[in-house]
């Protein structure tokens, strides 16, 4: 097994975990957050961009390195998703929270919770995935 798979398979592995912590603890509790308040929050929230975009980054690099010297279909469905958790991300997910770093309403806090599902699917999807191919390898 080579550094990249075993690369690629922690950051999802650790993406998808943050995912569904995400989902089921994090947008959850904007709710319990004053709605004047909200947007100072969603402001210094924005910190974990640090965290999860080079990570995303070194995922995408190292799924299409993979997918390059293996063009199999677990690889192929592995990229398909991460095209989708991408284009999720930059099509609902940052205007959403640029939107709440300016006001905030329950409409966008639904959304942003809402919309989210496309990515912890599709992670916890690619998870599954990877996890088969390392089971493979063993």
Same mark, same amino acid.
């Given at each position: 097994?080579?550094?990249?798979?075993?690369?690629?398979?922690?950051?999802t592995f650790?993406?998808?975990?943050?995912c569904?912590?995400?989902?089921? &603890?994090?947008?959850?509790?904007? @709710?319990?957050?004053? +709605?004047d @308040?909200?947007?100072?929050?969603? =402001?210094?929230n924005?910190?974990?961009?640090?965290?999860?975009?080079?990570?995303?980054? &070194?995922?995408?690099?190292?799924?299409? &390195?993979?997918?390059?010297?293996?063009?199999?279909?677990?690889?192929?469905?592995?990229?398909?998703?991460?095209? &989708?958790?991408?284009?999720s991300?930059?099509?609902?997910?940052?205007?959403?929270? +640029?939107?709440l770093?300016?006001?905030?309403?329950?409409?966008?806090?639904?959304k942003?919770?809402?919309?989210?599902?496309? =990515?912890?699917?599709?992670?916890?999807? =690619?998870?599954?995935?990877?996890?088969?191919?390392?089971?493979?390898?063993?």
């Amino acid at each position: 097994m080579n550094y990249i798979f075993l690369t690629h398979i922690f950051i999802t592995f650790f993406m998808t975990g943050l995912c569904w912590f995400v989902q089921v &603890v994090h947008y959850p509790l904007f @709710k319990e957050i004053p +709605l004047d @308040k909200l947007p100072n929050y969603e =402001r210094k929230n924005a910190v974990t961009a640090y965290i999860t975009v080079p990570l995303m980054i &070194v995922e995408l690099m190292t799924g299409m &390195v993979i997918l390059y010297f293996n063009p199999e279909w677990v690889y192929l469905i592995n990229v398909f998703l991460m095209g &989708v958790i991408g284009l999720s991300t930059f099509m609902f997910q940052v205007p959403i929270h +640029l939107k709440l770093m300016h006001w905030a309403s329950p409409d966008l806090i639904n959304k942003v919770t809402q919309t989210n599902w496309i =990515r912890t699917v599709s992670w916890t999807i =690619r998870s599954g995935v990877l996890f088969y191919v390392l089971m493979l390898k063993l």
